[in-house]
Protein backbone atom coordinates (compact mmCIF):
# COMPACT_ATOMS: atom_id res chain seq x y z
CA UNK A 1 0.00 0.00 0.00
CA UNK A 2 1.39 3.14 -0.85
CA UNK A 3 1.62 6.38 1.24
CA UNK A 4 2.69 9.85 1.29
CA UNK A 5 1.85 11.91 4.54
CA UNK A 6 2.65 15.07 4.51
CA UNK A 7 3.70 17.11 7.98
CA UNK A 8 5.19 20.47 8.86
CA UNK A 9 2.18 22.85 8.08
CA UNK A 10 0.93 25.35 10.50
CA UNK A 11 0.22 29.09 11.25
CA UNK A 12 2.88 31.57 10.59
CA UNK A 13 3.40 35.45 10.40
CA UNK A 14 4.34 36.55 6.97
CA UNK A 15 7.79 36.37 6.78
CA UNK A 16 8.45 33.72 8.64
CA UNK A 17 9.63 29.91 7.54
CA UNK A 18 8.15 26.83 7.99
CA UNK A 19 9.90 23.43 6.74
CA UNK A 20 7.27 20.18 5.36
CA UNK A 21 7.77 17.16 5.02
CA UNK A 22 6.77 14.26 3.12
CA UNK A 23 7.24 10.52 4.04
CA UNK A 24 6.90 7.92 1.61
CA UNK A 25 6.34 4.41 1.76
CA UNK A 26 5.42 1.22 -0.51
CA UNK A 27 7.27 2.90 -3.57
CA UNK A 28 10.87 2.41 -4.62
CA UNK A 29 11.07 6.20 -3.31
CA UNK A 30 14.76 7.09 -5.14
CA UNK A 31 12.68 6.05 -8.49
CA UNK A 32 10.33 8.58 -8.21
CA UNK A 33 10.21 12.48 -9.16
CA UNK A 34 8.86 14.36 -6.14
CA UNK A 35 6.47 17.34 -6.20
CA UNK A 36 5.38 19.52 -4.17
CA UNK A 37 2.21 21.04 -5.17
CA UNK A 38 -0.25 23.52 -3.41
CA UNK A 39 -4.19 24.57 -3.51
CA UNK A 40 -5.48 28.01 -1.97
CA UNK A 41 -9.81 28.06 -1.36
CA UNK A 42 -11.46 28.41 -4.82
CA UNK A 43 -8.15 28.29 -6.85
CA UNK A 44 -6.77 25.15 -8.80
CA UNK A 45 -3.99 23.53 -7.30
CA UNK A 46 -0.75 24.42 -9.30
CA UNK A 47 2.72 23.12 -8.58
CA UNK A 48 5.33 24.61 -6.38
CA UNK A 49 8.59 22.89 -6.63
CA UNK A 50 9.94 19.54 -8.12
CA UNK A 51 12.45 17.40 -7.30
CA UNK A 52 13.47 14.46 -9.49
CA UNK A 53 15.12 11.44 -9.29
CA UNK A 54 18.64 12.37 -9.89
CA UNK A 55 18.62 15.73 -7.93
CA UNK A 56 17.42 18.37 -9.96
CA UNK A 57 15.09 20.76 -9.31
CA UNK A 58 12.45 23.06 -10.43
CA UNK A 59 10.77 25.74 -8.98
CA UNK A 60 7.77 27.80 -10.00
CA UNK A 61 6.63 31.58 -9.89
CA UNK A 62 6.82 32.91 -6.71
CA UNK A 63 8.41 29.84 -5.17
CA UNK A 64 12.11 30.62 -6.96
CA UNK A 65 14.43 32.10 -3.89
CA UNK A 66 12.48 31.58 -1.54
CA UNK A 67 11.49 27.69 -1.30
CA UNK A 68 13.71 25.00 -1.66
CA UNK A 69 12.80 21.12 -2.49
CA UNK A 70 15.40 18.11 -1.16
CA UNK A 71 15.28 14.69 -0.51
CA UNK A 72 16.55 11.84 1.60
CA UNK A 73 16.28 8.75 0.25
CA UNK A 74 17.69 6.94 3.35
CA UNK A 75 14.37 8.30 4.67
CA UNK A 76 12.15 8.04 2.29
CA UNK A 77 11.18 11.50 2.68
CA UNK A 78 11.24 14.84 0.63
CA UNK A 79 10.66 18.64 1.80
CA UNK A 80 10.21 22.10 1.39
CA UNK A 81 12.00 24.45 2.99
CA UNK A 82 9.50 27.61 3.05
CA UNK A 83 11.31 30.95 3.88
CA UNK A 84 9.80 34.41 3.92
CA UNK A 85 6.25 33.36 3.82
CA UNK A 86 3.52 35.70 2.40
CA UNK A 87 -0.48 35.68 3.03
CA UNK A 88 -1.03 34.44 -0.41
CA UNK A 89 1.34 31.06 0.00
CA UNK A 90 -1.25 30.09 2.45
CA UNK A 91 -3.10 27.10 1.01
CA UNK A 92 -3.20 23.30 1.60
CA UNK A 93 0.28 21.92 0.26
CA UNK A 94 0.22 18.27 -1.15
CA UNK A 95 3.38 16.10 -1.55
CA UNK A 96 3.18 14.20 -5.16
CA UNK A 97 5.51 11.09 -6.42
CA UNK A 98 5.24 10.33 -10.18
CA UNK A 99 7.29 7.70 -11.78
CA UNK A 100 6.81 6.19 -15.85
CA UNK A 101 7.65 2.98 -16.78
CA UNK A 102 7.49 2.51 -20.43
CA UNK A 103 3.52 4.10 -21.15
CA UNK A 104 2.77 3.57 -17.83
CA UNK A 105 2.12 6.12 -14.95
CA UNK A 106 2.76 5.41 -11.38
CA UNK A 107 1.44 8.70 -10.01
CA UNK A 108 0.46 9.68 -5.81
CA UNK A 109 -0.22 11.59 -3.71
CA UNK A 110 -0.66 12.76 -0.07
CA UNK A 111 -3.38 14.16 1.66
CA UNK A 112 -2.02 17.69 2.32
CA UNK A 113 -1.21 19.82 5.46
CA UNK A 114 -2.56 23.53 6.04
CA UNK A 115 -0.16 26.13 5.66
CA UNK A 116 -1.76 29.85 6.79
CA UNK A 117 0.50 32.61 6.60
CA UNK A 118 -0.96 35.77 8.73
CA UNK A 119 -0.40 39.11 7.82
Known amino acids: QVQLVESGGGLVQAGGSLRLSCAASGIAFRTYDMGWYRQAPGKQRELVAVINSVGSTYYVGSAKGRFTVSRDNAKNTTYLQMNSLKPEDTAVYYC?????????????WGQGTQVTVSS
Open 96 to 108: NAVRTVLAYKYDY
